[in-house]
């Protein structure tokens, strides 16, 4: 695979991780424009603590996605009783709180030598686990693929058990989840914590991948991409945000022809899908369809 | 000290009534279709650029770019309303913020297009005298603003009362069930809301531009924040919410920049929009009727 | 007996109304009421109060002995308590399989969010499926509840009152809707397949479901139980007459 590929598909693997968080909220009946703060949370959460604080590169990851779950489930818990329109404002106000805070975010240690860490506006340099353990970008790239896959098998494992039905019901109808003894508030929570640990999982991930973050990449317009990507691929499976970014970032590359007009082509066939499907490609019914088709 | 909170407070208001225009123009089309339109701002946008473009070819004066922005606006947002809106029937309140991101997308690259550059000049109100009120400056353009917000407001608070088309557009707004049981043409209504709200949203784009002298693609999604901001803040379905909800917005970022500079400004505005959305989730001239809804949903 | 539901003085107010006025009523185990009364009458506000949708402004709420008014929903849910909505609450994204199943998550434990073992989702998938078989909508196990009929969206709502093993339940107008022959047909299935072994309210304007299924009806009127007691006499009460069918005999 030549570079370019590789890059393409790495891009591809780690905006995965955000359209999937912003999808599980929207699975459980939340508008969440602001999952890029938890993204950021993880890549600067993940880099401070392999770059400063030298962790090894595994819990460095962990403890961003501790920090993305952690922050995603104290903020639902104010937020909880925010649907709608009120709780898509309350995300971004939090993710645009978040991100002009890390703007004045300094915490510079010396390193070997070198002051590391969170300069403010002018970001944060030398996440260089994977340099320094001599990773590959290939290799880098079946990290991220492995990752993403363990994400899609916890979901799967929701699926199985009964959490994917509950965030299901209360997404659905949460008066008539609370009349079926379902704690809304707890389910809510959970699906915040759960969001927010993925998109730090990709956040850790894009840190050490890109070895150089700043404010300015988790602004408004990802996160908007990311709510996008799970409206467009489906919301009956985990499969539909990964399809709304292949999609996306697919057609970027191969619609190269119309360079310059791509988003013109693009956007006009996203509200075409739209309009015959307006839960996205790979819907509930098509959900429904294949597991009875499973069954069979 | 106390002047300069005095000053700011001024600023604030005038581009809070900017903001609040924005505002109104949200209102009005979630009251009536209950669905997000995020294309909003990026309309406003075309508008603002068509303005430009004719400034600059044939250096006309403000008028005909007045025009040329409101005509902007409102092709646009006809062209959104169709495709996002009206073509998506049912429950479908999801797809069509989705399918109106796509749109915005489209818009994006369509100004990109034309105007490949980052920057371009907007016309401006020249020649009008600072106004001195004591020791505190008011711009011209700002008292445009805020005159024209005020008066604006008034207008649409007139016209809902007393026309047959604002009759219909509240009926649709309160009892959407009522509206189709009595013979309320709805798709109708909708459409003529939402080129009512772009056309609010075009004057405020225009002041806007005009106040600045220079636009960028970025005011899209500039327009639409803060218009949402300000709804929310506001209270949402109130016009009269909408325009306090834009004052408040505003006052609190004159003030939060002046004194706590940007990064400051940028921290506490979106703290307390958090906050007062947690604290005061009906909004500032919220509605009482939503009450009981809201305490049932305080129950689960 | 002790009764299984005794609800006193219970009162609530949306602004200035007044939806219940100091209601007392009390149901035996085992006993079917049939609570009727004019549009407005307090009737499915009683049900919000009774089921946590709302807290009560005052008054109590005994049930088996326990005080429940004011408790939130979920409580109320896991004491026992179900109920029907009059403009059915079906989920309309997920299958007839998920509808019934959502009535048993909140006795899950916690471990199975995430994992069910086979044997569990195979007991939990028979059981359900028997539920729905008795209703004849085992074939649509995996369809969305969009396609069914006016009759099949309630015997569905019935069988997923049934999954939860309320001990309570409320009805809120069950033929809401449907002709007389299908008036009579889920009165039959709530004879059959609802009433046995559990206490029961049922509001309903359909006079014939009611007496077919209710020794005894109460009667609300602006907030205020204007009559309980045995059906005959409460449907020959001349006041009740007066208020509830205006003078026409019935």
Redesign the interface.
Known sequence: MDSYTISVLSNIGLFSFLAISAWILLIAGEISFGQQAYFALGAYGAGIATAVWQWPFALGLGFGIVLGAGIGALVAWPAMRLTGVHFAIATLAFAEFLRSGLNIFRYRREVGGYLTGPDGANGFRDIRWAYEAGVEPLGYLILIGGCLLSVIALVACLARGRGMALLRIVGEDPILAAMQGISVARVRIGAAALAGGVAGFGGGLYAHMATYVEPAQFGVMPGVHALAYGLIGGLGTVFGPILGVLVDIGALESLRVFSGYRMIVFGGLVALVLIVRPRGLLDEAALRRGLAWLRR | MLLDLVQNTVDGLAVGAAYGLLALGFTLI?GVMRR?N?AFGPSIMIGIFAGAWLHAEWSVGMVPVFLAVLAGAVITAAYVER??FA??R?D?A??????S??????L???VA?VFPGRTYGFPTFDGMPMIEIGPVLLRPEYLVMLVTAAALVAALQWGLAHTRFGLELRTLADRPEAARVSGVNVARVAFLTFLLAAAIGGIAGFLIAAADGQITPKIG?WAT?KG??A??IGG?GSLRGALIGGLVLGVVEANAQWFLGA?GR??TT??L??LA??LL?AGLAGR?EA??RA?????? | MAAALEISGLTRRFGGVTALAGVDLSLLPGEVLGLIGPNGSGKTSLFNVLSGHYAPDAGAVRLDGRDIAGWAPRRIARAGVTRSFQNLRLLKRLSLYENLRAATHSAASGRELFWQSRAAKRRERSQLMDLLALFGLEDKADDAPGALTLVEMRQLEIARLLAARPRLVLLDEPAAGMTPAETARISRIIAEHVLPGRSVIVIEHKMPLITALCRRIAVLQAGVKIADGPARAVLDDPLVRQSYFGSRPC
């Open positions: 979630f997000l995020i495709i996002s073509a998506i049912g479908a999801l797809a069509s913020m989705a399918s991101f796509a749109i915005w997308m489209q994006e690259e369509a297009r999604l924040i949402l901001i709804m929310v949402l990064a940028e921290m979106y703290a929009l958090f959305l947690v989730p009482t009450g009981a305490e049932a949903e305080r129950r689960l």
